[in-house]
């Protein structure tokens, strides 16, 4: 199991470059929701990885029947923080495209230029 | 009582958030900085005494809930961001116009301070993450706010590049869990000690140093710095510049003294390399511009590298210095950018080759200007040649020689920069006989640069007071078992 | 009057109650102020699809940024509540569990405030973000 959430993170984490190499604004941001789900999913199976033990657990259940819930809790608030984050991406890139009139990155080198 | 100064800003942005009235809003969140200040002061107070401090969020205990940490620089970063915070505002009146107000100013500027406050006081791995990104959300608003094209534009480079500086240090925490199994700060260093294949803690301690030095804007990942900080409203600009970066470096400082400090011998080369090119890079950036704005963003970058070195050095005395530095540095480069945009609102434009002949007509103002930016160059008497000093000596003591060099070469250079701003502005003469918009110089404007320019003043001729605190933070930095004991007992 | 249209007339309140439903049995079930949010969120939205922004914002009696500040503001009252009592930021506090008709076993406490303000929070900042991006002009 742990080899395939490996090669899925892998998989993500190449799309995820890939798309942030690209010229467009629409692969841009592709690429970094898919980096974003990457470092989810990276969190997410830092858990299993090791023999973890839960922090809380009944006194009747065993702790080894219990997944450890932690990475769960971290990676249901990097989900929430992502949400946030991608929608402000989202439509700062449309007002971008908007403002500069093109979608390929190499138009934005003017705030870059010696004055 | 030390989540106050996080809780403060949040209540006064949420009630910002309510009130229509830009007046109203403005008055409540100056009144909050003024509390805000009045909590750091009695905290730095009650951190001298009893030298930490730590609450457990919900009464779960560390290492399984989440703690808030005040130890002595936590303490101090909180009363600069206070400081900073109040002078910000203040300038804030007659810099942002009504129309941006309206569109949340306040409450946003307070989501930032809550995010640059919670970071210095978590002492939670996945907490300081979470900071990270309120901080990170609240200034994706403000440096686009108002939607200029060069803004949009400078907000697209700056969203990206640490959008993928979250995603690394979530990386980061995701590998350190794996191992360890906890993310508290001070269980994490407990559990480094004993640790065996270190394998995964070298990849983790790789991650969040490339994260850090994104929000620092270290050499090589500074690009996005220089690029997008001029373009915002002069007030965003200053607060950005005294804070945002100054948090990724208290990051490092943080995760080289307390978590990886086992691995520092690892790190120390990379963190040396490191601060020497992001010094020369960031003095040679600004040596070629031509406008006041760049050339002070450049400085930021130069000047996170003599921090960051006096990091790398690792010594007491260098880390000591580094705490010195960095408090110098918020106080002077916020009130450079301030009086930058002083420049830029009395000739329309902030490009040197159209300044000129602000001495003759106004000796004050250039005084005003005088002293921060030639304590930024190092000029004996003010608090940037006192912080140099210490880094250098440091430096010295501990056989670094080349990069004392280095040090010492970029000092140069930052005086030449100074001394452009200083030749163009001001004693060359000027294309026009008045100043054009001399009467836009409101009150509220002049005072923060006033004061904070006093506080320079202070550093400089009672630097040791500060200096002495900085050496017993450093100390106490430099001896985790006191910070790990504190908070797991 | 298409099938959206009038779909929606009766899907808007069963989304709300099913939102309130999961808020309610949050605490240690499946649900909470946050899913409870986002499928509150998304009726006020299928509102907006059908309508228009306009009248789905008549329809939330205030606005978005009240609901977030409403919430926020609920949020950390139920975590000063504690500070009262001379304890840390956030601690819990419950009320004696009672028994009512229906319900069955109520467990009420700064949690489930806590969850609230959250649930509200959510609804305005999710609205919100729709609504600026749904009536972006290009």
Request: aromatic share 12%; proline share 3%.
């Amino acid at each position: 199991m742990e080899i395939a959430i490996a090669i899925v993170i892998g998989v993500l984490f190449a799309g995820g470059i890939y798309g942030i190499l690209r010229r467009s604004l629409v692969k841009l941001i592709l690429g970094i929701i898919l980096l974003g789900q990457a470092a989810n999913m990276l969190v997410f199976s830092s858990g299993g990885l090791r023999e973890s033990v839960p922090v809380f657990v009944d006194a009747s259940t065993k702790a080894t029947d219990v997944a450890d819930p932690i990475p769960q809790a971290l990676v249901l608030t990097a989900i929430v923080i992502g949400f946030g984050l991608i929608i402000f991406s989202i439509s700062l890139l449309m007002k971008a495209q908007k403002a500069l009139k093109s979608d390929d990155i190499n138009a934005f080198n003017n705030t870059d230029k010696v004055s | 009582m030390i989540v106050l100064p996080i809780l403060i800003p949040f209540l006064i942005g949420v009630l910002c958030l309510l009130v229509k009235k830009t007046s109203l809003s403005s008055t409540l969140s100056i009144l909050g900085a003024f509390l805000q200040l009045g909590v750091a002061v009695w905290m730095l107070t009650e951190v001298v005494a009893a030298e930490i401090i730590a609450v457990q969020i919900g009464n779960w205990q560390a290492p399984f809930g989440i703690s808030i940490v005040a130890d002595l620089m936590a303490a101090i970063m909180v009363l600069i961001t206070a400081v900073i915070s109040l002078a910000v505002q203040f300038y804030a009146l007659s810099d942002i116009s009504k129309a941006l107000k309206q569109k949340h100013f306040y409450a946003i500027v307070n989501l930032l301070l809550m995010g640059v406050n919670g970071s210095f006081l978590t002492g939670d791995l996945f907490n300081l993450y979470v900071w990270f990104e309120v901080m990170l959300i609240a200034s994706f608003v403000l440096i686009t706010m108002g939607g200029e094209k060069a803004q949009l534009e400078g907000g697209v480079k700056y969203l990206v590049i640490n959008l993928l500086s979250s995603i690394l240090f979530l990386c980061g925490i995701g590998l350190l869990y794996g191992k360890l199994g906890t993310l508290n700060m001070a269980d994490i260093a407990a559990k480094m000690v004993d640790v065996e294949d270190a394998f995964l803690i070298n990849s983790s301690a790789m991650l969040l140093f490339v994260a850090f030095g994104i929000k620092s804007a270290l050499f090589p990942f500074f690009f996005w710095l220089p690029a997008s900080y001029h373009t915002p409203n002069i007030a965003i600009s200053a607060l950005f510049a005294g804070l945002l970066t100054k948090v990724g470096v208290y990051a490092l400082i943080r995760s080289y003294t307390l978590l990886f400090q086992t691995q520092f011998d690892l790190i120390q080369d990379v963190l040396i390399v490191v601060s020497a090119c992001t010094m020369i890079f960031g003095v040679f950036g600004a040596a070629c511009q031509y406008d006041i704005k760049k050339i002070l963003s450049f400085h930021i970058i130069s000047q996170i590298g003599y921090i960051v070195m006096g990091l790398a050095i690792g010594t007491p005395l260098a880390i000591a210095g580094a705490i010195f530095y960095t408090i110098h540095h918020i106080v002077v480069k916020t009130n450079l950018f301030l009086i930058g945009g002083l420049i830029e609102r009395i000739y329309g434009t902030s490009d040197l080759k159209k300044l000129g002949g602000l001495f003759k007509w106004s000796p004050a103002f250039s005084l005003l200007f005088f002293i921060p930016a030639f304590s930024l160059g190092g000029i004996p008497p003010f608090s940037g040649f006192w912080a140099k000093f210490g880094v250098i000596r440091a430096g010295l003591e501990a056989n670094h020689f080349w990069l004392v060099g280095a040090a010492l070469f970029v000092g140069v250079f930052t005086l030449f920069s100074m001394t452009k701003i200083w030749a163009e502005a001001f004693w060359k003469k000027s294309e026009v006989e008045s100043p054009p918009h001399w009467n836009s110089l409101t009150y509220s404007s002049v005072l923060p640069c006033v004061v904070l320019a006093l506080i320079t003043l202070y550093l400089s001729f009672f630097g040791n007071t500060l200096f002495s605190y900085a050496e017993s933070t450093s100390a106490q930095l430099l001896n985790p078992s006191f910070y790990i004991n504190a908070l797991l007992n | 009057m298409n099938i959206v249209s009038l779909s929606t007339k009766y899907v808007y309140p069963l989304l709300i109650a099913l939102a309130v439903i999961s808020l309610y049995r949050g605490h240690n079930l499946p649900g909470g102020g946050f899913i409870g949010g986002l499928l509150a969120a998304s009726a006020v939205m299928l509102h907006a699809l059908t309508s228009d922004w306009e009248q789905a914002l008549r329809r939330l009696r205030v606005s978005p940024e009240q609901l977030m500040a409403g919430g926020l503001l609920l949020a950390t009252f139920s975590g000063i509540f504690a500070l009262g009592g001379g304890e840390p930021f956030m601690t819990a506090r419950w009320m004696e569990t009672f028994y009512l008709p229906l319900l069955g076993k109520v467990k009420l406490g700064t949690p489930f405030l806590f969850d609230i303000g959250v649930f509200f929070a959510v609804i305005g900042f999710t609205t919100k973000c729709a609504y600026s991006l749904g009536t972006y002009k290009y």
